[in-house]
């Protein structure tokens, strides 16, 4: 199994998206930069909802229209175009001045827009991040529009354009921390922030009197607390095939002739005596990272 | 290993023992996060920084003690939503708003000040330039000014024609001034933001529109002044030229302030000092929205309704010391400057 994991340590780990981010009180609630693939989606979304606020903006003032004839006509047309100045610079920002600091796209990826130094997000930095977009979405655009309606002898200016902003737009993958330029000048980033519901514990609740596996310590002292928290994800899956190959496994490492079709009891059995031993040892400050360690 | 104490192991009995607190601040911070804050009591609420910091030292202990990473990943994501809900508190809005053109606004083009002269300058450079270029050969105005933006004037056009341009109200749509005004707002505020964003590129785009933006302005002057209408363009541009090409030139300030952190950070690392630039540079734009609003209603309206050049140049001019007299005169409380 791996061995090269991440170490605790302070600052960046070294190939994770996991940050240290130490609140008031001292504790360090290490927050996971989101990853592109949902920042993308995110966006997707609002754009989505954005394009489909405007169609229906433009249908709506259209039929406005149709009904009341030429009077209301110059108010109509200054609604739709305050409205679509307002959609495309206001959008983000009056989202993300919110409670959430999330527009619906990031809310529903579970996604946080926050201040990289920990303060609260103020109204300068959602205004600043979101001007950028600006440059990261709309020049590039002008420019995928310019090169198609131009011809051959401007291609290359085009491309050219394309190419150049192509740098702003992904801005984000040539950063550790996925900042957007809009990030960077905002001194924001972009966390995920997880609704997690706490789940049961996976050791048995049995008395260990009844407990139908025994193990020396011997055999509890093979594993370590990467293959417990393996173990674990095995158990919480609850997949009976997994299961198997899993107990078959620990069984011949242990060397124990078990009983077949009681894999789940047996696994629970193990990993309730390893966790025992395992936490006990660790209030003593003796800690076992992995099998590998003695 | 016997007796009932160890028949449940020391995290187990720490869990369970903490569930219920744990569960009470799920909930009340999830109302809180639904906007519902109003349906929590206040006792519920005072509670709320109890629970936290229980939530906080628990998730501490369970790191040292428990090797559920279940349990760790829920306390870690509870704290975190917790935090966010507590500590992202905004003050009322009245009060930033306040404190924003209270202190926020001046202070920030205060320090934007040496930026703020070098784009004018710029646009200066390019008026000058393109004024002599057009005085001296007037095909030089089609290479400047473009097509649209001309709408047919041009050297060609007679002095009856440009003047009728500059006092015509608009034209045959003069009764659509308010979504002429709107227009213009935000064609213009939409170039604002583009010069600022272009900012990040070290600034040099940014120059360069300035430059562009100055060059148009003195392609024009020059057709208009050969033709002998300098000084009824000049109070045509005043009346609203004055608001808005100032405002263009914070929008450039503010992308050169941005553009020259990243490219000289100083003694900050790169990241700290383009976010500090950032700060003054998010502030300065905000008011170049608003300043904007103005030169559209000034340009949309008042433009169109006032023909007298001596009350066009009258408004530009109390317009621009308004601006001037706020921005750098005005006594500033530099107290609170929460955004």
Known sequence: MAEARATQGSGRQRGTDRRTFVTPEGVDLKLDIATIGERAGAFMLDLTVIVLTLVVLTIVLLLVLMGTGKALAQILLMIWLLGFFALRNGYFAIFELGPRAATPGKRLMRLRVVARDGSRLRGHQVVARNAMRELELFLPLSFLAYQSSAGMATFATGLFGLLWTGIFLLFPFFNRDRLRVGDLIAGTWVVRLPRRSLNHSVASRAEPEQARYAFTDAQLSVYGEFELQKLEEVLRRNDEYSMIVVARTIRERLGMAGVEGDEHGFLEAYYTALCQRLERNMLFGKRKKDKYQH | MSGAASSQFASARFREARTVDWLELEQRILQIERGRAGSLSDEDLFELPVLYRAALSSLSVARETSLDADLVAY????????????????????????????????????????????????????????????????????????????????????????????????????????????????????????????????????????????CILGAFLAVFVSKGLGL????????????????????????????????????????????????????????????????????????????????????????????????????????????
């Open chain 2, 75 to 214: 306390l870690e994501a509870l704290c975190a939503r917790s935090y966010f809900v507590l500590y992202g508190v905004q003050p009322p809005l009245r009060r930033r708003i306040a404190a924003f053109f209270g202190a926020s606004w001046p202070l920030a083009l205060r320090s934007l000040a040496r930026e703020t002269l070098i784009a004018v300058l710029m646009m200066l450079l390019g008026g000058i330039a393109a004024y002599c270029l057009v005085a001296s050969d007037p095909s030089w105005y089609h290479s400047i000014v473009p097509e649209g933006l001309a709408g047919g004037r041009g050297p060609q056009s007679s002095a009856a024609e440009l003047r009728q341009g500059l006092y015509d109200g608009g034209g045959d749509d003069s009764n659509m001034l308010g979504a002429f005004a709107t227009y213009l707002f935000t064609h213009n505020a939409q170039i604002a933001l583009m010069c600022f964003a272009l900012g990040f590129a070290f600034g040099v785009p940014t120059l360069l529109l300035l430059v562009y933006n100055g």
């Open chain 2, 232 to 339: 009824p363009l000049a109070a045509w541009l005043t009346i609203h030229g004055t608001t808005e090409l100032f405002a263009i030139a914070i929008a450039g300030a503010a992308g050169l302030r941005v553009g020259m952190a990243l490219a000289f950070p100083g003694k900050l690392s790169r990241t700290a000092a383009t976010a500090r630039a950032g700060r003054t540079a998010a502030f300065a734009m905000i008011g170049v929205v608003l300043m904007l609003a103005v030169a559209g209603l000034l340009e949309g309206v008042g433009r169109q309704t006032i023909t007298s050049d001596l009350i066009r140049v009258a408004i530009g001019g109390a317009a621009l010391l308004g601006w001037l007299l706020y921005f750098y005169v005005m006594p500033v409380r530099s107290g609170d400057l929460d955004g």
